[in-house]
Structure formats: structure tokens, C-alpha cells
């Protein structure tokens, strides 16, 4: 059974920075392409950023742009979202989803239907 383990989270003030990490247990050893969403209270769910099984291709969304940085370590199945210049509207849920591919190194998921895999997510706190 696969099962992603988020950490990292907190209670930061404006300007200050966090590293989310996510975990991925998979005995069968899996290549996955990953992202990181966000939830806020009363919000819809949305896409952060995503990275392909390679590492190659990333994503992000406008808002995080030149902020956040998600990066990978195939070796420790473990990716990291450093997010940086932290906002209040950046205060969230963050979870982490990942999905197998075959084939497809380069491919990356933006709707959090197309992962197969969820964890129970982190909360962030940006507040002065």
C-alpha cells in the first residue's frame, strides 16, 4: 500500500520561510509524478506546484512563482516544496499527492483527480 507522509509545517510570520518535505512509501518502488496542493479555510482546493517523475518539468502557480521552489530526491522517494517570502494568504493546508507513471517522465498532473494518491496534509500559518 502506498502512503505519503507530509512534515514540515508551522506558524511562521510574513516574510519567513518553511520547507514542507513528503514522503512516499511504496514497496514496489514506483516512479510517481508529484504536487503540492493547498486548501484554505472556506476555499476550494488548488494546485501549489508539481514536478515530473524525472525531476525535468515543474509547475507552479502564479501566485508562488519566484517563491516556492519543489524539488525531488527519486533515491529517498521525497519531494520538498521550500517555500520562501511566506504571505498570509499563503496560510493553508498542504497536502501532497503523487500518481504512477510509466513511460512518462516528463509528465506532470495539475487537477488533483488525475493523482491517485493523497496524504493527510500540514497546516501553515502566516501570521504577524
Known amino acids: 500500500q502506498v502512503k505519503l507522509v507530509e512534515s514540515g509545517g508551522g506558524s511562521v510570520q510574513p516574510g519567513d520561510s518553511l520547507r514542507l518535505s513528503c514522503s512516499v512509501s511504496?514497496?514496489?518502488?514506483?516512479?510517481?509524478?508529484m504536487g503540492w496542493f493547498r486548501q484554505a479555510l472556506g476555499k476550494e482546493r488548488g494546485l501549489v506546484a508539481a514536478i515530473s517523475s524525472s525531476g525535468e518539468v515543474t509547475y507552479y502557480t502564479d501566485s508562488v512563482k519566484g517563491r516556492f521552489t519543489i524539488s525531488r530526491d527519486n533515491a529517498e522517494n521525497t519531494i520538498w516544496l521550500q517555500m520562501n517570502s511566506l504571505k498570509p494568504e499563503d496560510t493553508a493546508v498542504y497536502f501532497c499527492?503523487?500518481?504512477?507513471?510509466?513511460?512518462?517522465?516528463?509528465?506532470?498532473?495539475?487537477?488533483?483527480?488525475?493523482?491517485?494518491?493523497r496524504g493527510q496534509g500540514t497546516q501553515v500559518t502566516v501570521s504577524s
Open positions: 499527492a503523487a500518481t504512477p507513471v510509466l513511460g512518462a517522465p516528463t509528465f506532470i498532473f495539475k487537477q488533483l483527480d488525475d493523482y491517485y494518491y
Open positions: 511504496d514497496r514496489t518502488k514506483s516512479t510517481y509524478s
